[in-house]
């Protein structure tokens, strides 16, 4: 390879993306409800899906302004959205933010499981032997609470319809484990069996089930993690770089498309190829 070149992409950003042709509305007179969409990998997912579309009704939990921001953006573009409060780990909550995303957009065609329910310092990042049983507990609960929650108030909706697609994001984690990440690999792989076990039981009704498992993402809460582990994690990417909150969200916008309409079960793993090291 040559030198210059590896030194040119070996870095934690990306390069400016070239001047984009128009979107396809593939998303027209779709109705999605993304979690966790105030910011990053959510924000994002809202975006593409509104400018291709969709309809769409961005949930936060405590970051009303962020939510409003990208609700803005989308208006702006001409899109349609809506801002729905609502923690993913409260039931109530959960039966109040999707009944309003249908009183104010229509029923729901595509759900993304963005929020984990979690806090950015919750997730204790330390030895196994370092963690008490709480530490696991909290993050594997919140966790599955916010996919259990959430698919328990959308699915029987799509089932009855006879259509609609499910996006989870997952982490790589779950298929390449990492030393510290013990909460956050067991709950990423409990997302990727709830993902494959709904597959095959909601499948039959004309409902996909996916997921997508990104490594480490330049969102805000990136700037937590210190510039050298950053830059580490982009060296061992074959592509020499971070991923960012737009890359997940194509390949979320992809298996919620028609694009994928034979794809159910599927754990895309969005990694830039550091699975390949």
């Known amino acids: 390879?040559?030198?210059?070149?590896?030194?040119?992409?070996?870095?934690?950003?990306?390069?400016?993306?070239?001047?984009?042709?128009?979107?396809?509305?593939?998303?027209?007179?779709?109705?999605?409800?993304v979690t966790g969409a105030g910011q990053g990998i959510g924000?994002?997912?809202?975006?593409?899906?509104?400018?291709?579309?969709?309809?769409?009704?961005?949930?936060?939990?405590?970051?009303?302004?962020?939510?409003?921001?990208?609700?803005?953006?989308?208006?702006?573009?001409?899109?349609?959205?809506?801002?729905?409060?609502g923690d993913v780990t409260d039931p109530g909550q959960v039966t109040a933010l999707v009944a309003a995303a249908r009183a104010e957009l229509g029923?729901?065609?595509?759900?993304?499981?963005?929020?984990?329910g979690l806090g950015a310092h919750e997730a204790r990042i330390a030895p196994a032997t370092n963690l008490a049983w709480e530490d696991l507990e909290h993050v594997v609960t919140q966790q599955l609470k916010a996919l259990f929650l959430t698919t328990h108030a959308v699915l029987p909706d799509m089932v009855a319809r006879g259509g609609g697609s499910v996006v989870a994001?997952?982490?790589?984690?779950?298929?390449?484990?990492?030393?510290?990440?013990?909460p956050v690999t067991v709950a990423k792989a409990g997302v990727?069996?709830?993902?494959?076990?709904?597959?095959?039981?909601?499948?039959?009704?004309?409902?996909?089930?996916?997921?997508?498992?990104?490594?480490?993402?330049?969102?805000?809460l990136a700037r937590f993690i210190p510039e050298e582990q950053r830059r580490a994690a982009a060296e061992r990417a074959a592509l020499r770089r971070n991923g960012t909150p737009e890359d997940v969200a194509?390949?979320?916008?992809?298996?919620?498309?028609?694009?994928?309409?034979y794809l159910t079960g599927s754990c895309l793993v969005a990694d830039g190829g550091t699975a390949l090291a």
């Not at 936060?60 to 959205?81: F, L, N, P």
């Open 250 to 261: 194509e390949v979320i916008a992809f298996l919620a498309s028609q694009r994928a309409s």
């Open 169 to 182: 994001v997952g982490a790589a984690l779950a298929r390449r484990p990492a030393p510290r990440f013990l």
């Open 192 to 220: 990727e069996a709830a993902v494959r076990t709904l597959a095959l039981e909601v499948g039959p009704h004309g409902v996909r089930v996916n997921a997508v498992e990104p490594n480490l993402i330049l969102t805000e």
């Open 1 to 33: 390879m040559n030198p210059a070149h590896e030194k040119r992409v070996s870095r934690t950003s990306v390069p400016e993306a070239a001047e984009q042709p128009p979107e396809p509305a593939e998303f027209a007179g779709r109705v999605a409800l």
């Open 107 to 116: 029923p729901i065609d595509v759900l993304v499981l963005n929020a984990a």
């Open 43 to 85: 924000a994002a997912t809202a975006r593409i899906l509104a400018a291709r579309g969709a309809r769409v009704a961005v949930n936060y939990h405590k970051s009303e302004d962020r939510a409003r921001e990208v609700v803005d953006a989308i208006r702006r573009r001409g899109g349609e959205a809506v801002a729905v409060q």
